[in-house]
C-alpha cells in the first residue's frame, strides 16, 4: 500500500515538473476563485455556483470546464461562461451582481465589470452596444420627460441594449433596476440617482453585432420618480 501511494505522489510530481495541470473543477468548489490563463494570455477567475443571468453570446458543448473558458478566450466579446453538464454558455453581458446556481460552474474575464455608475465609475465613458450603436454614460444626469416606455431589467447594460430595440429610443435612463426610454432629449438637469445613457450613433463596422436579451417592454410609467 504504501508503495502505491509513493508511486502516485511520484507520478503527480512529475506532472507538475513537466507543467501539466488538473482539469478545474467546482465539484466540491475545490477551485473557486482559481485563475485560469488561456492560450491568449487571457486570465479568467473561477466562480463556482454563480452565473450572471442571460446575456448569452453563444452557446456549444466542450468535454471540460477548462475548454468551455478558452472557448470563451477565443471569441470576440465574450466576457464569461457558465458551464452546466457539458453545456457551455458564454456571455457578453454581466448584470449587476452574479446570482447563486447550484449547478452552475461559473468564470468571468479578469477585470471584466459590470456598466455602473457607483461613485461614478463609467461617468463620461462611451459604451458600444451588442447591435453596435455607442452611448455615452453620464451619471447623475437626466433629461426631464420624453419617456416613451419603461421596462423592468436586471443591469444598467441591459437597459442601454433595450434602447436598440426601439428606432425612436435615443436615450435612457436607469434607476434601481427601472429603465425608461426616451424618444426626446431636453435640458439636461442633476439627478444624482439615475445612470443615463445617450445614443451617439453607430459605432465603427468592426464591432461585432450579437443579439440583444429578451425582455418585456411595458407602458411608460410616471416620469422618473426618485427611489
Not at 24 to 38: G, M, W
Not at 156 to 167: G, H, I, L, R, S
Not at 186 to 204: D, F, H, I, K, M
Request: hydrophobic content about 35%.
Amino acid at each position: 500500500m504504501a508503495k502505491f501511494q509513493f508511486l502516485g505522489l511520484s507520478a503527480l510530481a512529475l506532472l507538475l515538473l513537466n507543467g501539466v495541470q488538473a482539469e478545474l473543477s467546482c465539484e466540491n468548489a475545490v477551485d473557486d476563485h482559481a485563475i485560469f490563463t488561456a492560450a491568449s494570455g487571457a486570465q479568467f477567475e473561477v466562480f463556482c455556483f454563480e452565473d450572471y443571468y442571460r446575456g448569452d453570446l453563444a452557446a456549444t458543448t466542450t468535454d471540460t470546464f477548462d475548454d468551455c473558458i478558452a472557448t470563451c478566450a477565443d471569441t470576440a466579446g465574450c466576457l464569461a461562461v457558465a458551464y452546466v453538464y457539458g453545456s457551455c454558455y458564454m456571455k457578453d453581458r454581466l448584470g449587476d451582481e452574479p446570482q447563486h446556481a447550484s449547478w452552475v460552474w461559473g468564470a468571468k474575464l479578469v477585470g471584466a465589470t459590470a456598466l455602473t455608475c457607483v461613485d461614478n465609475e463609467d461617468d463620461n465613458t462611451v459604451y458600444t452596444s451588442s447591435a453596435g450603436n455607442e452611448y455615452e454614460i453620464r451619471c447623475g444626469v437626466d433629461y426631464y420627460g420624453g419617456d416613451f416606455a419603461s421596462c423592468h431589467v436586471e443591469s444598467f447594460q441591459y437597459c442601454v441594449e433595450e434602447c436598440d430595440k426601439e428606432a425612436q429610443c435615443v436615450d435612457v435612463v436607469y434607476n434601481h433596476g427601472t429603465c425608461y426610454l426616451k424618444s426626446v432629449l431636453t435640458q439636461p438637469t442633476e439627478l444624482s440617482y439615475v445612470w443615463n445613457a445617450r445614443l451617439l450613433g453607430q459605432a465603427s463596422p468592426s464591432q461585432t453585432t450579437t443579439s440583444a436579451p429578451e425582455t418585456t417592454t411595458s407602458a411608460p410609467e410616471a416620469t422618473t420618480s426618485a427611489p
